[in-house]
């Protein structure tokens, strides 16, 4: 693995960095995209399909004209971008498809802000992100339609500013209210606005993103052109460099990129994953409508996906399920975030794809990092659940609740600076002041040096503390896992008199009535302290609540916890 440089400021400050640093080209997204030596698709590349039915299909040069198509529509007809870039946020909430990816790139060329909704949303979430983006556009696919109209009446928006976005059975992009549509064959075009100002490539607005809200109510995420470009180009340098030097050296080189896209494009893992990065790779696509346990499984072995990016519930669920046979057989890359990963799971994960030869690497970052600030290097591999080495041009400390760097081997909230960070939330001064200090963004997740690897603990909100000792409900979760009989587990903390907390387990088991609570109790006894043991009980439950990117959703869980049990008498 990579080395990291640890480094003592003048200021006393350790400070972790990658000994490398990449010049990043000054151009917008879309010019890095389309127009640049520096993005593999060629024009008739194969890039975003149906899974279901790949004739249904864009390359590059289709998209360039779709996205053209849809630029014109938007500024002409719906008036976005027209008072000057980065001002009309325009909402979408779609189910997978491959038009998606066109809409994202037509929103930007027309000086729009692409602003992601999950599809799972209700009519009032959706609402209230129309709402706290001042949007004045919605568009839908076709399947959220009624969804798309009770959350317009909701937000106060008229009919004729909802936008019906449809791959399948044709291309369609159409206003809901006026009918007005764009002619995606022949229509008039209007080609996007090349940005190489580097202070405007810096402070500009085309994505935003809302945090994941598994604590609390989600805050809207803004990113730049600069942010998108620098978290597309900064990895592919040693990577690119890595695949050349090994096909020198005779190696094979590896297979085209195919992915399935099943998570969500309200996530930064599916803004990054499924929209920009295969026309920078020259790779394709194929999009699912959403994800679903068996198509997902039948489509990895149809379509013969190469590499994957997903997140570690589904991982779970691969490494345990008997319905995985070779269905993982041609994967070369797989790529675990957002949530961590312990070493057991990994390795169990790791069984399954690729014959048994391909090893998961892990990377951490947030949507306020525009995704990675950690990856593992082409060609190296970790299995003991580090979140891999620092990415060039990145920051970070781990440091004390006043701010004080913590000695290697002692857990700590990680802070970073770098040119991934947002330049801040939304219309949300008061949370943007809370979540810097002194230039370093607060990311809230608590981690450790451990002999020069990085370790997610927990988020600082979620840690727990009994008599004055942290519980990391990750950790019980991780090993919770580890019980054959335990299909998932999630851990929230009960409240018990004199300001402590005590972990309770939910626990989804493969069979009903294979476990006990007092197997569960046990299971933990032997294997972790004594002050983080399940005082708070076991529950069991059919599923656990997650949101769409598959992270649990603690918060509907405590307050689940609360209702079925307002004191616990826990004995302590």
């Not at 607005?205 to 809207?220: D, F, Q």
């Not at 460099?241 to 896209?261: D, I, N, Q």
């Not at 014959?355 to 990675?372: D, F, N, P």
């Not at 076991?538 to 689940?560: C, M, Q, S, T, Y």
Request: net charge neutral.
């Amino acid at each position: 693995m990579a080395a990291v440089t640890r480094s003592i400021s003048k200021d006393g400050m350790r400070i972790y960095k990658n000994p490398n640093s990449v010049d990043v080209p000054k151009v917008d997204l879309l010019s890095l995209l389309f127009d640049s030596e520096h993005s593999l698709a060629q024009e008739d590349t194969p890039l975003h399909l149906s899974a279901a039915n790949p004739d249904i299909c864009l390359t590059k040069s289709t998209l360039r004209a779709l996205t053209e198509r849809i630029a014109y529509f938007l500024r002409h007809s719906l008036s976005v971008g027209a008072r000057g870039p980065y001002q009309d946020v325009v909402v979408v909430c779609s189910s997978g498809q491959p038009a998606a990816a066109a809409l994202f790139y037509g929103v930007v060329g027309a000086g729009g802000v692409f602003s992601a909704a999950s599809p799972s949303y209700t009519p009032e979430e959706l609402a209230r992100q129309v709402t706290q983006g001042h949007s004045k556009l919605l568009v839908v696919s076709g399947d959220k339609m009624d969804v798309g109209r009770k959350a317009a009446r909701l937000a106060g928006l008229p009919l004729d500013r909802v936008v019906v976005l449809n791959s399948e059975p044709s291309w369609e992009v159409r206003s809901l209210g006026s009918g007005e549509a764009v002619d995606v064959v022949n229509g008039p075009r209007m080609p996007w606005r090349r940005v190489t100002d580097e202070r405007e490539l810096q402070r500009s607005l085309i994505v935003l993103l809302y945090s994941s809200g598994t604590t609390g109510v989600p805050k809207g995420v803004m990113l730049s052109h600069y942010n998108l470009v620098c978290q597309l180009y900064i990895p592919s340098v040693q990577a690119r460099a890595h695949v050349a030097a090994a096909v020198a050296a005779g190696e094979p080189a590896p297979s085209p990129f195919r992915t399935l896209a099943h998570l969500p494009i309200a996530h930064i893992a599916g803004v990054f994953g499924y929209l920009m990065s295969p026309m920078f790779s020259g790779g394709a696509v194929y999009w699912m409508p959403k994800f679903s346990w068996q198509p997902f499984l039948a489509y990895f072995k149809k379509l013969h996906i190469t590499g994957f990016y997903t997140v570690p519930s589904i991982f779970l669920r691969i490494a345990k399920s008997t319905d995985v046979t070779d269905q993982f057989d041609t994967v070369e890359v797989a790529i675990t975030g957002a949530a961590p990963m312990d070493a057991e799971l990994q390795q169990a994960a790791n069984a399954r794809l690729g014959k048994g030869k391909t090893r998961i690497s892990q990377t951490w970052g947030l949507s306020e990092t525009t995704g990675a600030v950690t990856a593992m290097p082409r060609g190296s591999s970790d299995v003991t659940g580090s979140i891999s080495p620092v990415l060039p041009n990145m920051e970070m400390r781990i440091v004390d609740d006043e701010y004080n760097d913590v000695e290697p081997g002692l857990p700590g909230e990680i802070i970073v600076r770098g040119p991934f960070v947002t330049n801040g939330y939304f219309d949300n001064d008061e949370a943007t002041k809370a979540t810097f200090h002194d230039g370093w963004f607060c990311t809230g997740d608590i981690g450790v040096d451990r002999q020069g690897k990085f370790y997610i603990v927990d988020r600082k909100k979620e840690l727990l503390k009994y008599k004055g000792l942290q519980i990391a409900p990750a950790e019980l979760e991780n090993h919770l896992n580890t019980h054959p009989e335990i299909l998932e587990a999630a851990v929230v903390g009960m409240p018990i008199e004199g300001g402590s907390e005590v972990p309770r387990a939910y626990v989804v088991s493969r069979r009903n009535g294979t476990l006990s609570e007092d197997d569960v109790k046990d299971f933990v006894r032997g294997a972790l302290a004594e002050y983080k043991q399940l005082r708070g009980g076991v529950r069991f439950v059919d599923e656990l609540p997650k949101n769409a990117v598959g992270k649990i959703l603690r918060r509907e869980l405590r307050d689940k916890a609360r209702a079925e049990d307002s004191s616990v008498k826990a004995k302590l």
